[in-house]
């Protein structure tokens, strides 16, 4: 009932920058927490960075400084504004947002399908 689309992956060079943006559709009453998480081959998903929707914000040391997430709650779209990538950046980035979802106002926690991010010369 929730459908989350992901854009702005890609390769870039070590010290480049990506945006990420994560856009939700569908019935939804409300969104509360917006995020990102990330996992790299052979690794556990972790999270990156989290928005609430009072703009409350909470970071991963790895990214901290470097990482910048955002949220458009008219678009319901949450960004992750990404500099400074290292090749350690290179993961699959997913999008998570949960809320209430509309006529139910049932609660609900929704993935993204994953952008490739990857960090190469």
């Known amino acids: 009932q929730v459908q989350l689309v992901e854009s702005g992956g890609g390769l870039v060079q070590p010290g480049g920058s990506l945006r990420l943006s994560c856009a939700a559709s569908?019935?939804?009453?409300?969104?509360?927490?917006m995020g990102w998480y990330r996992q790299a081959p052979g690794k556990q998903r972790e999270l990156v960075a989290i928005?609430?929707?009072?703009?409350?914000?909470n970071y991963a040391d790895f990214v901290k400084g470097r990482f910048t997430i955002s949220r458009d709650n008219a678009k319901k779209t949450v960004y992750l504004q990404m500099n400074s990538l290292k090749p350690e950046d290179t993961a699959v980035y997913f999008c998570?947002?949960?809320?209430?979802?509309?006529?139910?106002?049932?609660?609900?926690?929704?993935w993204g399908q994953g952008a490739q991010v990857t960090v190469s010369s």
């Open positions: 928005i609430t929707n009072y703009g409350s914000t």
């Open positions: 569908g019935s939804i009453f409300s969104i509360n927490t």
């Open positions: 998570n947002v949960d809320g209430l979802l509309g006529r139910t106002y049932d609660s609900f926690s929704s």
